[in-house]
């Protein structure tokens, strides 16, 4: 039973470029969440899947997109990534929204 | 606006002495209140929650969090701090207002630093 998978761990990206994080949760959760963590901000969400085949906005959804690609996978796309996307990107699942939130290892992305 | 505060960003314990992390809350109902814990490099794990029930509620690692509905406050204490309690901890409320099709989002505060010193 891994819980929730991330990957990949670090990566390093030019302004301009596109990439997807890969998020994964093997607990049969109905819902998913795409977080970015920065310095004095706490989490901040920027999409979440209250149940499969739904998507919704969180607070700062400008420059990504998401496709919760079936019941276990939620993939967040940056499609032309820039300086102010450096952070640290955290998927988590729940059973439902709103109920005790599981989190992966997270993503460290550098953007230059 | 429901929202959650951790005003202090920084706790400095020592070894053996006891251990509160403060939290309040501001919410239009009665709240869902959780902490969690993050160690260096890792993300965030469950440490206890508050739906309804005793006001002192019991979590993972030695944690209990007072729930105070007249201070709307949730804090988190341990009787006897370890230095391998040094990480951030993080407050959160259920968002009760952002009824999407009946699912309700988390609010996290800003997180506050752990330091147990030995």
Redo the contacts between chains.
Sequence with gaps: NAG?TQTPKFQVLKTGQSMTLQCAQDMNHN?M?W?RQDP????R?IY?S?SEG?T?K?EVPNGYNVSRLNKREFSLRLESAAPSQTSVY?C?SST???E???????TRLLVL | AQSVAQPEDQVNVAEGNPLTVKCTYSVSGNP?L?W?VQYP??????LL?YITGDNLVKGSYGFEAEFNKSQTSFHLKKPSALVSDSALY?CAV??LESF???????I????TRLAVHP
């Design positions: 929730v819902s969440y977080y004095g901000m706490g989490l969400l979440y209250a739904t919704d969180g955290f988590a439902l929204a709103g005790t939130q599981y989190f992966g290892p997270g | 869902y959780f969690y490099n890792r993300g965030l794990q469950f929650k993080f259920r968002d999407s099709g009946g699912y309700n989002k988390l996290f505060g800003a997180g």
